[in-house]
């Protein structure tokens, strides 16, 4: 693996609002834990309804999206990460959003 990459933050984003925020918790829990023994530089962004500021404070160059339900696939989310300039895992704002 790139070792560029490793050294690059990543924010694995979990939690949301939407009724799979269990389901969201726990796959980005397994995600982080994954990321940590592979020594990627990787931290947890637990949101609820407000994602800006835990993504200013952590200061994430990547975003790994664990959301799931509509409020974390429907590409609003895609939408603020390509708004703040972060590279973030999955599919854009407009597949995101046909998909849903």
Same mark, same amino acid.
């Given at each position: 693996?790139?070792?560029?990459?490793?050294?690059?933050?990543?924010?694995?984003?979990?939690?949301? $609002?939407?009724? /799979?925020?269990e389901?969201?918790?726990?796959?980005?829990?397994? &995600?982080?834990? @994954?990321? +940590?023994? !592979?020594?990627?530089?990787?931290?947890?962004? $637990?949101?609820? /309804?407000?994602?800006?500021?835990?993504?200013?404070?952590?200061? &994430?160059?990547? @975003?790994? +999206?664990? !959301?799931?339900?509509?409020?974390?696939?429907?590409?609003?989310?895609?939408?603020?990460?390509?708004?703040?300039?972060?590279?973030?895992t999955?599919?854009?704002?407009?597949?995101?959003?046909?998909?849903?």
């Amino acid at each position: 693996m790139d070792e560029g990459l490793k050294k690059t933050k990543i924010g694995v984003i979990m939690g949301g $609002v939407s009724m /799979e925020r269990e389901v969201s918790l726990k796959s980005g829990s397994a &995600i982080l834990k @994954a990321l +940590l023994r !592979l020594n990627y530089s990787a931290v947890a962004l $637990v949101i609820d /309804e407000d994602v800006l500021n835990p993504l200013k404070e952590k200061g &994430i160059e990547l @975003a790994f +999206l664990a !959301l799931h339900g509509g409020w974390g696939e429907d590409g609003r989310i895609q939408a603020m990460l390509e708004f703040l300039k972060v590279a973030y895992t999955g599919s854009g704002v407009v597949a995101s959003a046909l998909a849903m």
